[in-house]
């Protein structure tokens, strides 16, 4: 499965108005696959080829049906509508970001990151704290798992994801910010001093970046009650950063094994923590190894 191109560069009112859609108006939740729709209407790329993609996800992660609203109708009545006034609105909102410390970079812009351009549905605009620009001399590692890890998977983790690290000369860890598997990934990073890309499906306003962290988002004023659905799509983004994915732990329905299916359809491999026993916490890595293509044990 490869990117989707547009046809045309995005005018700075497309820029504005993804910026407004998505964050700014709350008569409706809006995501980067129903921007992707939009566009293709308004023929920026493809249609049919939008259309068909987004199908096909459907079919592969069919809860990614609950990640987006697909109402084309809706979101085209708002583009129609969306005037100058709208426009300044959206670009004093863009501005405030620097007061936040948040800066963000457009799908047109040359220093946007490759690997999502090369991903399932790329943003519009990306916004982060820190530094994403080391992104592109490096290997990024996407590590996911459960929030609630069994004591093996811990101990085991500690001892391979170390040696795993060193298999990289620039490696960066990323995680989606989670506790569990994903605090536990963040924190053999900075034991062995490797740099971390936290993606977020929520608003980075409240966090602080450092020289070794950085932390990236759709979104910067979505409304809480979409966290959700938000949390499917910001799960995809894990899985176009990654170079590689390691899935440590997961039962037969979770997030992580969301990630680990758009890691496959991206062709990219995923290594998987064999457990110690197999049972229901557990399951779900097991079963993902058996019937997935680029799959192999991480120890």
Known sequence: ???????????????????????????????????????????LCNRSTIEKTITFLFHKVPSLRYGIKG??????????????RKANNALNHLNELHSFEINYITINDKN??????????????LFFKGKINHLETSTPIGIVGTRAPLWETVSESVK????????????????????GCDTLA????????????????????????????SFVSEYVWAPAWSF????????????????????????LKSGALITATFASLLNKPVYVLKPKKICYATAGGVYFKNNHRKTYWLN
């Not at 993804?18 to 696959?33: G, V």
């Not at 109402?71 to 100058?84: E, G, M, R």
């Not at 946007?112 to 605009?125: A, C, N, R, T, V």
């Not at 983004?237 to 390691?246: D, R």
């Open 1 to 43: 499965m490869n990117g989707i191109t547009l046809l045309k560069p995005l005018l700075k009112k497309h820029i504005l108005f993804t910026y407004w859609a998505m964050n700014i108006q709350t008569q409706h939740f809006f995501t980067t696959l129903d921007i992707w729709l939009l566009f293709s209407n308004l023929g």
């Open 186 to 213: 963040t924190h053999l990073a900075r034991k062995n001093n490797i740099s971390i890309v936290e993606v977020l499906a929520e608003t980075p306003t409240e966090i602080k970046a450092t020289e070794e962290e």
């Open 228 to 251: 959700t659905r938000r949390l499917v799509l910001r799960n995809r983004l894990i899985a176009s950063f990654a170079e590689v994915l390691v899935l440590l732990q997961a039962p």
């Open 112 to 125: 946007y990151p490759s690997s999502l351009l090369q991903g399932i549905f790329p943003p519009m605009i």
């Open 71 to 84: 109402n084309l109708k809706k979101l085209k009545s708002l583009w129609d509508k969306f005037d100058s």
């Open 160 to 179: 391979t994801l170390p040696r795993f690290f060193k298999r990289y000369s620039s490696p960066v860890v990323i995680s989606g910010m989670a506790r």
